[in-house]
């Protein structure tokens, strides 16, 4: 399967501030995704990000808070703007794995733990 | 979002033993994932299951996608201590563009 890295693993930032989350993955994959990971809870889809055109959101993820950025198709870059406390989460990318011959079986990067204060 | 239910949330178990848990939906899925989950890293995908009725095993674990398409059950055999985590399922319908929907998750500890 895909190796998938993330930068920062984790983060402390002032309210008010951005932070930029990149996503590294060793191999070339149409479909990248990124979710995010509320304190106890499961996973949210926040975004599908696709290499040469914008990313697509979901029901309650906005571009303006969400920016995402997919260069080509082994990397790309998840910010979260203008925290605020309930940013606080764990943010994941995933990813399309097509070596064993299949589309729809995804791999996770290890994460970014972002804490707000 | 939609959220995919699973039971039990969360189960305490002693070493040895064998543990069940399932996954509920009201819709239809094409495809459902199984992924554990440790402290500070990532889901890691145990089992892919594809096809109604389908079994597949990975070691200890065992999952099955249910006949309706709207359930799939894991089982673990003989726990150790290194399962601990929480297993989330994840569901995927045909022509969403590979949109998961991640069930609520069940958290395991094993004692010794």
């Known amino acids: 399967s895909a190796v998938i890295s993330q930068k920062p693993s984790r983060d402390i930032c002032q309210r008010g501030t951005s932070l930029t989350i990149q996503c590294q993955v060793d191999s070339q994959v149409t479909m990248m995704f990124w979710y995010r990971q509320q304190p106890g809870q499961s996973l949210t889809l926040i975004a599908t990000a696709n290499q040469g055109s914008e990313a697509t959101y979901e029901s309650g993820f906005v571009i303006d808070k969400f920016p995402i950025s997919r260069p080509n198709l082994t990397f790309s870059t998840l910010t979260v703007s203008n925290m605020s406390p309930e940013d606080s989460s764990i943010y994941l990318c995933?990813?399309?794995?097509?070596?064993?011959?299949?589309?729809?079986?995804?791999?996770f990067g290890p994460g970014t733990r972002l804490t707000v204060l | 979002g939609q959220q995919l239910n699973q039971s039990p949330q969360s189960m305490f178990i002693q070493e040895g033993e064998d543990v069940s848990m399932n996954c509920t939906s009201s819709?239809?899925?094409?495809?459902w994932l199984w992924y554990k989950q440790e402290p500070g890293e990532g889901p890691v995908l145990l089992i892919a299951l594809y096809k109604a009725g389908e079994l597949t095993s990975n070691g200890r674990l065992t999952a099955q996608f249910g006949i309706t398409r709207k359930d799939s059950f894991l089982n673990i055999s003989a726990s150790i201590p290194s399962d601990v985590g929480i297993y989330f399922c994840?569901?995927?319908?045909?022509?969403?563009?590979?949109?998961?929907?991640f069930g609520t998750g069940t958290r395991l500890q094993v004692t010794l």
């Open positions: 994840a569901g995927l319908h045909t022509g969403t563009a590979s949109k998961l929907t």
């Open positions: 819709s239809i899925f094409n495809t």
């Open positions: 995933s990813v399309e794995d097509y070596s064993a011959g299949r589309t729809d079986t995804q791999y």
